[in-house]
């Protein structure tokens, strides 16, 4: 019981240490929008909630298609409440009025205008005019300060929103894309993977191990980023990417496919691509005469009894040297057929015969059909 | 020319002709060219030599109808995508190549080879989003896995989060006119027999067509619910090459995610593969997941390593991943695999439990400037076994357009099956990316092995990417 209530206050301090740690994902990816420098000092603060309204301020927001567009108010949007700022030009001299919103300016120096940088998502204002401003700025609308850029919704709000109302979720809705469709994963500062709440941590440490099982439920997913050739130069390449392949591989394969760690099979073909190479080497059994290195000998001295069991658990690597004859010179005469075979075997008889005639007569597999 | 190939090639023409007076439309081309040199050791210590150049040539025409380039476009888009490649050995001696040199000559090995890997025609959205259609050679990837046909799939999008995809064309395989066998079903060598006698490779057939078709219904009505069915048949023209029905599902989100997967191989009424994996992330920056794998090998119908008493693979195991910030993941895994109920190679008893085990710890960190990582790992089965260790580092330099990357790892198998492949070995490879222009890039590598018992391996690799999109 002591043991017990060790190792869960154990856990629980470690989740308590890490707890904090992860949680940017939850905020506003800063390569997508890149933080801006408004000229004003928490001007959001500085108004009570609702007076004016949003759009007082922001007149062009309703209308908007681009998230590039400029909406910040300009300094004659700001003198219809502010008379101070009506005709204000960077060369006007700075009074404790204009301190008052621009913050602290120093004696003798000028107020730097602001810079607002470009997104990089889509995103039309006009599209989403019916939703309040507080859906996605609460901060602003509740009269609070936020830094620049952070009293904005982060991608889980928008998904959320779009199931909800059913609107697209296809990525390409809202981030940029190249002209064929893929979306643009390398924006200055950073590179852009999926989150882990969209389908489960993906991109880290065990990725090549573990994307088969996302891949293979939505490759529409992964497609929203990766080109067919980003997947073809590992299934169907030429050239050995080196973090499926570590090593001496050449070397250290044989090993590896038959631990099947890791898994060949989803780029290689035992028949065809590892056949081939194995006859040239020498290794397989039908190598050609002059290639032919081990002479009948490459499993050493271990009894065919012993190897016929490995192959009952990785024929796969049998397979990758052997081609059918080698297994037909012994298996004519010792039934390699797993128990309860003739129960089962009628139906690949009948589908397709030329299986079993490789070792019966005729008159066998018919029999059997 | 083969009828299918005649096809395709036809509705490629008619799509590059019939849309060449459309509006502007964006057009892609990708070229990877490398050339890359090292060499095999055999066992009586002599060497194969393997000089490759491989070019890697991708044409694409996207947004196709007028109109279609705009950002906030929501009809149908229509587009053409071909992939050729061209594989080269320049050290393959011609009698290995040769069918008439009974002492050297390799089926299969061809100095030159040349493939097309994609060549099709896409429409999407069609009928107000409702309908996607694909001509020509393709690669699908879903529930079944991989599957590359030359034919037509279409897809029709239901309100109700639903999707159902039905497609039918001939099986790509390696024999055929710029056919390539990475993805065809495994289990026969149908090379083509190229005039070989009888008794030379018994084994090797000619290629035949085979017709395939297949469906999949997707579902996915709630953000945490995500399910899908799905049935394939190939050699509908003929012998039945493989029969298969599987199905997946994925329940749930954040925190708890399970996932399964089973593919029931019909034609020899096995099953065929399941996976399941339930992970659990409490918080944002870990993630823990228990994983079980079944894999039972299963080969086209014509095979006779169907007809064999073959035990499945049981794995299970799980994961550990850590995520402090974005740049760093850290895992670690594990994963025991079941014995079956034979005497092992090493004289396991024939009730032992397990036959094998395997894990490891890795972590990366990666930013757009920098890289570190470090993997160490270790596998065991029937007294084989494989430890080892990789540590690699990455900086960029020159405002990012120049990339260097070196890696150290250093490994000890134990081979079951040849003393030969027993030992340890260590090596290192250095890397370089250099962005010459926006567009083009080029890869060097250079890989040095030592240990083992062999002399010492080199590689050298070279790689030339050029983007040009208009």
Same mark, same amino acid.
Not at chain 1, 80 to 89: I, L, R
Not at chain 1, 200 to 206: D, L, N
């Given at each position: 019981m002591k043991r017990a209530l060790a190792l869960a206050a154990i856990a629980a301090a470690l989740l308590a240490a890490v707890?904090?740690?992860?949680? !940017?994902?939850?905020g506003v990816s800063r390569a997508l929008l890149p933080p801006s420098r408004p000229s004003v000092v928490d001007v959001h603060g500085r108004?009570? /909630?609702g007076e004016p309204a949003c &759009?007082?301020?922001?007149?062009d927001a309703l209308s908007?298609? +681009? %998230? @590039? $567009?400029?909406l910040a108010p300009t300094m004659e949007d700001c003198a %219809?409440?502010?008379? !101070?700022?009506?005709?204000? #030009?960077?060369?006007t001299p700075v009074t404790e009025a204009c301190r008052s919103c621009h913050g602290p300016v120093p004696e003798g120096r000028r107020i730097v205008p602001g810079t607002y940088a470009r997104p990089n998502v889509r995103f039309p204002h006009k599209a989403h005019a019916? !939703?309040?401003?507080?859906?996605?700025h609460p901060a602003a609308a509740a009269g609070r300060a936020a830094p620049p850029g952070e009293d904005t919704a982060g991608m889980r709000t928008c998904y959320a929103c779009h199931l909800e109302r059913k609107a697209p979720v296809a990525c390409r809705t809202c981030h940029l894309v190249e002209a =064929?469709?893929?979306? &643009?994963?390398?924006i200055e500062g950073a590179a852009l993977t999926p989150p882990a +709440?969209?389908?489960?941590? #993906?991109?880290? %440490? #065990?990725w090549v191990q573990s994307h088969a099982s996302v891949a293979g439920s939505d490759s529409g997913f992964c497609a929203a980023c990766h080109r067919n050739k980003f997947c073809g130069d590992c299934?169907?390449?030429?050239?050995?990417?080196?973090d499926a392949h570590p090593g001496d591989w050449i070397r250290s394969h044989a090993v590896s496919s038959r631990l099947d760690s890791p898994t060949c099979r989803g780029c290689h073909r035992s028949q065809s691509f590892c056949l081939d190479c194995h006859r040239r080497q020498g290794v397989?059994? *039908? @190598?050609?005469k002059d290639s032919r290195s081990f002479q009948g000998r490459y499993?050493?001295?271990?009894s065919p009894e012993l190897i016929c069991r490995r192959a009952r658990t990785d024929i796969v690597s049998c397979a990758s040297c052997h081609s059918e004859s080698s297994c037909v010179s012994c298996?004519?005469?010792?039934?390699?057929h797993p128990s309860g075979w003739e129960r089962r075997c009628a139906h690949l008889a009948k589908s397709n015969p030329r299986a079993c005639a490789k070792c019966h007569s005729d008159d066998a597999w018919r029999r059997c059909r | 020319m083969r009828p299918r190939l005649r096809i395709t090639l036809a509705l490629f023409l008619a799509a590059i002709l019939g849309v060449a007076s459309a509006a502007a439309f964006d057009q892609q081309i990708t070229s990877t060219l490398s050339a890359e040199g090292y060499s095999v050791p055999r066992a009586d210590g002599t060497w194969i030599a393997r000089r490759r150049i491989v070019e890697d040539l991708r044409l694409g025409a996207f947004?196709?109808?007028?109109?279609?380039? *705009?950002?906030?476009y929501r009809g149908p888009r229509l587009s053409v995508e071909l992939a050729l490649r061209l594989d080269t050995d320049f050290a393959v001696g011609g009698d290995e190549s040769n069918p008439a040199m009974d002492s050297a000559y390799v089926p299969g090995l061809t100095p030159v080879h040349v493939d097309a890997n994609v060549a099709n025609m896409s429409a999407e959205g069609l009928w107000q989003g409702a309908l996607d259609v694909r001509a020509g050679r393709q690669i699908r990837m879903g529930t079944l896995g991989f599957f590359a046909f030359d034919g037509a799939e279409t897809v029709v999008h239901l309100p109700i989060g639903a999707s159902f995809a039905t497609y039918m064309g001939y099986e790509v395989r390696?024999? $055929?006119?710029?056919?390539?066998?990475?993805l065809e079903l495994d289990g026969? *060598? @149908?090379?083509?027999?190229?005039?070989?006698?009888?008794?030379?490779?018994? $084994?090797r057939e000619d290629p035949s067509l085979r017709l395939a078709t297949g469906a999949e219904l997707t579902l996915s009505? &709630?953000? +945490?619910l995500d399910a899908a069915a799905a049935v394939q048949a190939v050699g509908l023209n003929g012998p039945i090459a493989s029969q298969e029905v599987g199905g997946r599902m994925s329940l749930g989100g954040e925190p708890i995610l399970a996932d399964g997967r089973v593919v029931w191989n019909a034609m020899l009424e096995v099953l065929g593969e399941a996976d399941a994996e339930l992970a659990v992330t /409490?918080?944002?920056a870990l993630t823990v997941a228990a994983e079980y794998h079944l894999f039972r090998p299963t080969f086209e119908? =014509? @095979?006779?390593?169907?007809v064999f008493d073959i035990a499945p693979e049981n794995d299970a195991g799980g994961r550990v991943e850590v995520r402090p910030v974005s740049a760093v993941s850290l895992a670690g895994w594990g994963f025991a695999r079941m014995a079956d109920g034979s005497a092992g190679i090493?004289?396991?008893? %024939? $009730?032992?439990?397990?036959s094998g085990a395997g894990g490891g710890l890795g972590g990366t960190y990666r930013t757009l400037a920098r890289s570190l990582s470090l993997r160490l790992s270790g596998v065991w089965e029937w007294g084989e076994k494989r430890l080892g260790a990789e540590a690699g580092a990455g900086q960029a330099f020159w405002n990012r357009r120049l990339w260097l990357n070196l890696r150290l790892s250093t490994w000890h198998l134990d081979d079951a099956f040849s003393s030969r492949l027993a030992g340890n070995l260590a090596g290192y490879v250095l890397s370089g990316r250099f962005?010459?222009? !926006?567009?083009a890039v080029v890869v060097g590598e250079f890989e040095h092995y030592v240990g083992g018992g062999m002399e010492q391996r080199f590689t050298a690799l070279a790689i030339l990417e050029i983007e040009v999109w208009r």
């Open positions: 707890a904090g740690l992860g949680t !940017e994902s939850r108004h009570k /909630p &759009v007082a301020c922001h007149k908007s298609r +681009w %998230a @590039s $567009d400029r %219809a409440c502010h008379p !101070e700022a009506k005709g204000v #030009t960077p060369l019916k !939703e309040p401003c507080a859906t996605c =064929d469709g893929v979306m &643009v994963t390398r +709440w969209l389908k489960g941590p #993906t991109h880290g %440490a #065990t299934h169907l390449g030429r050239v050995r990417p080196r397989a059994p *039908d @190598s050609p499993h050493g001295d271990l298996h004519a005469a010792v039934n390699p | 947004n196709l109808l007028p109109g279609s380039a *705009d950002p906030y390696g024999g $055929d006119l710029l056919g390539w066998s990475d026969t *060598d @149908s090379g083509g027999r190229h005039g070989l006698t009888a008794d030379r490779f018994p $084994d009505p &709630v953000a +945490w /409490p918080i944002d119908g =014509d @095979s006779i390593f169907n090493d004289g396991r008893a %024939a $009730d032992a439990l397990v962005t010459l222009t !926006e567009g």
